[in-house]
């Protein structure tokens, strides 16, 4: 095992995996932890309703939000050293979560938080495919989520294990989060400069801003994903807690079980996604969408919920690989950071209005309503990933990369895959 990691560690390649599975590991800690246990600090010690649950998730977006504008302003900083700093803000923003007592003083921390971890939705994505080639994309984002998805799992056990066992308070569990976070920021400060898994000694090129026509497709896959996305973010747990009254503990022990399937089976999504392509793999995964978010919203039962939410948490997590792998397919490099970007913000564009209009509905209506309209986002992006064809929608500058590497490199076909003869 010490040879083999020895082994790894002197190739680039190797190197930059390693350090990106740390990464994605402490990630997958400090975020799975702190989601776990918030909603609890808020209904049990700052006494949340559930329209309060959906505004804060609101401020908690607006990091999302202007994304686009963060990474115009710093397009000039390396995306490790990028990465870097926004665990590090993440760091900061968890670990002092606990000293809020109220709706207003949690909003610092709440901003701080969001920033760094809305970066790196999107830099995770840029490190994780200058690891390889794009016909292995998705195997390798798969892998990375399997890391984060055991981070995940470590942190579930602790946290059951902290309040099953009353071991640390709310605010000393919040400090132990930004600890893990704050690892994962050194972890990823060296990682190397890398494009189609070869080093690289200057960190290529990226646009501040990129907005194209050509990717109308990825960017309403994220605005119809933020819709379904943020309602559940938003009222998911809040309905097992308010409404089924699961503890820290009973959530603990749901999340576990999502996450073990996770670690278990994302490698081999994401082997999927590259051998299926993205428009057959999000069309299953929006029809599973459909159902679980239908089954959530009508079941009266508490292990019937639970069973839903299994079901879409599970499936959550590759949306954005196959909507990131087909970006890939038709952007050329340089514009796959600042394009990754905008689609985060455009995803968070929805985070601002859909929680607060969904708590609103709540509160007056019942929980079942804000399902039902995500269960609709979910329905229409079935037929918007029915359109997806990477040969045919790669731009202008794409085609001509690839039709050079063709010229230079003869009997070497391009690299985009028709996914219109594949079907």
């Not at 599973?288 to 919920?305: C, D, F, H, K, N």
Request: glycine share 8%; with cysteine.
């Amino acid at each position: 095992m010490i040879d083999r990691f020895r082994q790894s560690w002197t190739s680039p390649v190797g190197r930059g995996f390693i350090m990106l599975a740390t990464l994605q590991f402490t990630y997958g800690f400090a975020y799975s932890a702190h989601n776990s246990v918030h909603t609890n600090f808020w209904e049990d010690v700052l006494l949340f309703s559930g329209p309060q649950f959906g505004y804060m998730t609101a401020i908690r977006e607006f990091g999302g939000l202007t994304l686009i504008l963060l990474m115009a302003l710093l397009y000039r900083v390396s995306i490790p050293w990028l990465t870097s700093g926004a665990m590090l803000f993440m760091a900061l923003g968890f670990g002092l979560f606990g000293i809020a007592t109220g709706f207003g003083t949690l909003i610092p921390w709440i901003l701080i938080s969001s920033f760094g971890m809305h970066t790196i939705l999107q830099t995770q994505f840029s490190l994780g495919m200058s690891l390889t080639t794009q016909e292995r994309s998705g195997h390798v984002l798969g892998r990375m989520a399997a890391f984060a998805q055991a981070g995940t799992f470590v942190a579930l056990i602790s946290v059951f294990l902290i309040f099953h066992f009353d071991l640390l308070s709310y605010k000393a569990t919040f400090a132990l989060i930004g600890v893990v976070a704050a690892i994962g920021a050194i972890a990823i400060f060296r990682f190397p400069h890398l494009h189609d898994g070869v080093e690289r000694k200057v960190e290529p090129r990226r646009d501040p801003i990129v907005w194209r026509k050509e990717y109308r497709y990825y960017y309403l896959l994220n605005l119809l994903d933020g819709v379904r996305q943020q309602i559940f973010f938003s009222f998911g747990l809040w309905v097992l807690v308010n409404r089924f009254k699961l503890g820290v503990e009973d959530i603990s022990l749901l999340l576990m079980a999502v996450t073990f399937i996770g670690v278990v089976s994302s490698a081999y999504v994401g082997r999927l996604i590259d051998r299926l392509g993205e428009r057959r793999i999000l069309q299953a995964i929006n029809i599973g969408y459909v159902i679980a978010l239908g089954g959530y919203a009508l079941s009266g039962q508490m292990y019937l919920a639970c069973i839903f939410y299994v079901i879409y948490s599970f499936i959550s997590q590759f949306s954005t690989i196959g909507a990131s792998t087909y970006l890939r397919k038709i952007a050329v490099p340089e514009e796959i950071a600042p394009s990754l970007a905008m689609g985060v913000t455009i995803l968070h564009a929805t985070a601002v209005v859909v929680p607060v209009v969904a708590g609103i509905i709540l509160n007056f209506v019942g929980y079942q309503i804000p399902f039902f309209i995500a269960c609709l986002a979910a329905l229409v992006m079935v037929g918007v990933t029915r359109k997806l064809d990477p040969q045919a929608q790669r731009t202008a500058a794409r085609v001509a990369l690839d039709e050079s590497r063709v010229t230079s490199a003869p009997g070497v076909q391009p690299v985009a895959v028709d996914e219109g003869a594949a079907s």
